[in-house]
């Protein structure tokens, strides 16, 4: 039973995300907040390992729910699930390719679809900002704004955008900077 | 037979080393499938990019099916498919039986608290390499920040949202 829920959520994932790799996030957070599969802290966990990692993370993260709920069978079918509905879809427009690409109805579609995507990848960095840069639990014991945001995370967090942004550090190494700097700075 | 063997392993063997997902594949996919195989041309696989980018699922893979589908048909898309798929999954199945035990670890706790971190500036600059293509005028903006809040706050399901918006640009987009 928990096997076709698996790959029913995981079908509605893959045939819904669209724009590729952090699309999927919404829908991630959605089976979390509604199952016990994997919690808000897996998710911001698993895209880190997703980064860092060959494969997307749509795959990533339904191996990592799939093996957590059914084991290895489950990591492999909810992977296989997700995959599904997009293989169908390219075998259809492989045979009408070129209609597709310069269809007006196509690009019209998308006009709405492409800001809605990238809102919802927002909504799922806020998700992760929550867990990462502030500290409810701190704040609602002392109701001391001081206690709500973790000063050291939120300095990481600059130096590792301007090194991104000035240097083109690749996101693997600026991955492994962050884990260190975790670890010797106690976060 | 050896079609689709061949097929599966070139994917596998691509499916290995693409690293972050989707934009950063397309010098490996250059590389192995245009100059190495000359399976197809550039020009065709920049058309399969833009087209595995606005279709649902996962746009490597979309990529490795269009291959696939054009050397032997729904099996060839089939063996490329599953090629792609076979190191990550692999790879993660490895982790997650690590993760269960070890992420009691402090040290880990540590590492993984100071990772979230950059996850976090990492999605900020999806964001903003996206925003140019995505939001072209007031509508779409409005549209971002209206799907943001019924995302964020009012947890509406992202399938009905992704709907909803696509039907919203077919409607209200007329000129073309």
């Known amino acids: ?187 | 037979m050896s079609e689709l063997w061949e097929l599966y392993k070139t994917f596998a063997a691509i499916g290995s080393v693409t690293f972050g997902g989707g934009y950063a594949m397309l010098p490996i996919l250059e590389r192995e499938l245009v100059n190495k195989r000359e399976w197809t041309s550039l020009d065709e696989l920049r058309d399969y990019f833009s087209i595995g980018q606005c279709t649902p699922g996962i746009i490597a893979l979309n990529v490795s099916t269009f291959i696939g589908e054009k050397r032997a048909g729904v099996m060839g898309a089939v063996a490329a498919g599953l090629g792609f798929l076979t190191v990550p999954i692999i790879i993660i199945l490895i982790i997650a039986a690590f993760l269960t035990n070890f992420t009691e670890l402090e040290i880990i706790q540590h590492a993984f608290a100071g990772v979230r971190v950059c996850v976090c500036v990492l999605i900020v600059q999806a964001v903003m390499r996206l925003w140019k293509s995505s939001i072209v005028d007031k509508l779409t903006l409005a549209l971002y920040l209206i799907i943001f809040m019924l995302n964020a706050f009012a947890k509406i399901s992202p399938a009905l949202l992704v709907i909803a918006s696509g039907l919203l640009g077919l409607f209200i987009r007329r000129k073309y």
Do not use: C
């Open chain 1, 1 to 187: 039973m928990t096997l076709i829920k698996l790959m029913y959520e995981f079908m509605k994932t893959g045939l819904f995300s669209v724009g590729g790799g952090l699309a999927t996030l919404p829908f991630l957070y959605a089976i979390s907040d509604k199952t016990n599969w994997f919690t808000h802290s897996d998710i911001a966990d698993m895209i880190a390992v997703a980064e860092s990692t060959p494969g997307p993370i749509g795959v990533n993260m339904s191996t990592f729910a799939g093996f957590k709920t059914s084991g290895v069978i489950g990591g492999v079918l909810a992977s296989f699930a997700l995959a599904l509905p997009s293989v169908i879809i390219i075998l259809i427009i492989a045979k009408f390719l070129n209609k597709f690409k310069d269809n007006p109805l196509v690009e019209r579609t998308f006009y709405g679809l492409r800001p809605a995507s990238i809102a919802m990848i927002t909504a799922a960095g806020l998700n992760v900002a929550k867990v990462a840069l502030i500290d409810l639990d701190a704040f609602s014991i002392s109701h001391n704004l001081n206690d709500l945001f973790i000063y050291k995370a939120i300095v990481l967090g600059v130096i590792i955008f301007i090194a991104q942004r000035r240097f083109k550090v690749h996101p693997v190494l600026l991955i492994a900077f962050a884990a260190i700097a975790g670890i010797i700075f106690k976060f």
